[in-house]
């Protein structure tokens, strides 16, 4: 299916199968645009999954959003999804202030929560949510709710076949980019307030800092450098629109994440070149970009290119030469050509119902995400995003 009209076609209008008996009934808390992508349309086609309930802080919005998307039953407030006892697992897209509290909430309503990322707003409060109690089994709990921050493009094909072409002990810099359209955005936007936990380290950083750790395996020593952008209004000046931030990795490595939320229309990030340290001497060096890391299914390529050096005796270099080779790794299934959001909801179902994972993302990965974005905003001047005070009884 390499036609992308096709392609997308697909992806976004999968088709409609019939539901099983034990299917997985999902609530959903708030009428966010993120939702259909996340769980909505990728549900049509999982023979396991159900929407089939709302709630919005405004129920008209609720009431809309239900009837747009088909959606059953419109609740009149969040708790009430949580109380109803047909409803087996809770999507969260509310925003990042927000995610603490009602994936908590969620959690000790005995709900299976797929979180949208970043999974809270800093680092103390991802260690209090993946490291509490309730997600550990224990007699009067021996299988605990499953708790999975949505970082779709992690379980995308394009993103294994990228780490397939890396080795992990040769890597010197990393380098990565995003961006959104500057006309995608506006200074109203949840993106652009600090007491919801704004900024593009939220938006789109956590898409750059969770790839570096996947490339390197590992975290981050140090954030040596983050310089920022944004609003010098007064009222959105702690949350940047643009951000280039610098990490030293175990082994002296480095490693640079940046990203804007104020981007071109049409835009191609620059690839770095790093050149050779000092008294170094390669027989071949390998260069792999991963284009389209976080929406693959719309494009994406793989490219991979090695030089070569052959030397003499005396050291001199007597033959170079370059192969480059370019991949693409789309998956089309029963017709429907899968997007990261539907592999994302694949897995999760197969981790709810016991099954066997070939990608997850680990509470571990979610509590280190976040610890890169706090070291960054401190090193930025900014200052982590706050807390929002909430404790479960």
């Not at 059953?72 to 969040?78: H, L, Q, R, T």
């Not at 299976?112 to 309730?134: G, W, Y």
């Not at 956590?206 to 007064?234: H, I, N, W």
């Not at 089309?332 to 066997?356: A, C, H, P, T």
């Amino acid at each position: 299916m390499s036609n992308p009209i096709t392609r997308l076609w697909t992806a976004f209008n999968p088709p409609h199968v019939e539901k099983r008996k034990d299917v997985i009934r999902f609530g959903v808390l708030g009428a966010a645009g993120i939702a259909p992508l996340t769980l909505i349309i990728p549900a049509k086609s999982h023979p396991e999954v159900f929407v089939q309930c709302i709630a919005a802080r405004d129920r008209k919005r609720a009431e809309a959003f239900a009837k747009t998307h088909g959606i059953p039953e419109v609740k009149d407030s969040y708790q009430e999804i949580l109380d109803d006892p047909t409803i087996t697992a809770i999507l969260i897209p509310l925003p990042n202030s927000h995610h603490h509290e009602w994936a908590l909430r969620s959690l000790a309503a005995g709900k299976h929560v797929l979180l949208e990322k970043p999974c809270v707003s800093n680092h103390k409060e991802a260690l209090s949510l993946f490291q509490h109690p309730i997600l550990t089994p224990s007699p009067s709990n021996p299988t605990p709710p499953v708790l999975l921050e949505a970082f779709h493009n992690t379980f995308h094909p394009s993103l294994s076949l990228f780490l397939s072409y890396i080795s992990r002990e040769d890597i010197a810099h990393v380098d990565t980019a995003s961006m959104i359209p500057w006309w995608l955005t506006s200074k109203a936007d949840i993106h652009f307030r600090y007491e919801l936990a704004g900024g593009s380290m939220m938006a789109m950083g956590v898409y750059s800092f969770s790839a570096l750790r996947y490339v390197f395996g590992a975290s981050p020593e140090e954030c040596t450098r983050c310089e920022t952008k944004s609003y010098t209004d007064g009222m959105h000046d702690k949350c940047d629109w643009q951000f280039e931030a610098e990490f030293t990795f175990p082994g002296d490595r480095k490693a640079v994440a940046r990203s804007t939320l104020r981007g071109p229309t049409a835009w191609k990030p620059k690839v770095p070149d790093e050149g050779l340290g000092e008294g170094m001497t390669k027989v071949r060096s390998r260069e792999v970009t991963l284009w389209g890391l976080v929406h693959a299914v719309v494009w994406h390529r793989v490219d991979v290119v090695d030089v070569f050096e052959v030397r003499g005796k005396d050291g001199r270099v007597v033959k170079t030469w370059t192969e480059k080779k370019s991949e693409k790794k789309y998956e089309v299934r029963d017709g429907e050509q899968w997007m990261s959001y539907r592999f994302q909801l694949e897995e999760f179902v197969n981790r709810i119902k016991g099954r066997e994972t070939r990608w997850w993302v680990e509470g571990e990965d979610s509590v280190e995400h976040m610890r890169m974005v706090d070291m960054a905003y401190v090193k930025s001047g900014l200052g982590v995003r706050p807390s929002s005070g909430f404790h479960l009884e």
